[in-house]
């Protein structure tokens, strides 16, 4: 079974910083691009960062600068560094995943959500 867990969300003071973990787990065959979503309250769910499988990166124009995006392909992991956060930044975050799965002698690519964790920034 395929999962991921995020880890690293909270609770903190404009102008600080989080740093976000993702790791992907289960028999997976190869992980291709990962990347962070956001969702807040009463908005639709948006793209923050992307990261290929070899290191090219994209980011939403509201974070560039602040927040950088990186991997650990040994351990099928993405983080999201986030530094200088505002109160904008409140959301529940989302780990994405593209993934080649190998079943029953088939590949399968499959997009993967976890279950998402809570950042807030205080004002």
């Known amino acids: 079974q395929v999962q991921l867990v995020e880890s690293g969300g909270g609770l903190v003071q404009a102008g600080g910083s989080l740093r976000l973990a993702c790791a992907a787990s289960?028999?997976?065959?190869?992980?291709?691009?990962m990347g962070w979503y956001r969702q807040a309250q009463g908005k639709q769910r948006e793209l923050v960062a992307v990261?290929?499988?070899?290191?090219?990166?994209n980011y939403a124009d509201s974070v560039k600068g602040r927040f950088t995006i990186s991997r650990d392909n040994a351990k099928n992991t993405v983080y999201l560094q986030m530094n200088g956060l505002k109160p904008e930044d409140t959301a529940v975050y989302f780990c994405?995943?593209?993934?080649?799965?190998?079943?029953?002698?088939?590949?399968?690519?499959?997009?993967?959500w976890g279950q998402g964790t809570q950042v807030t920034v205080s004002s």
């Open positions: 990261i290929t499988s070899g290191g090219s990166t």
């Open positions: 289960g028999s997976i065959f190869r992980v291709n691009a």
């Open positions: 994405n995943a593209d993934l080649l799965l190998f079943r029953s002698g088939a590949y399968y690519p499959s997009d993967y």
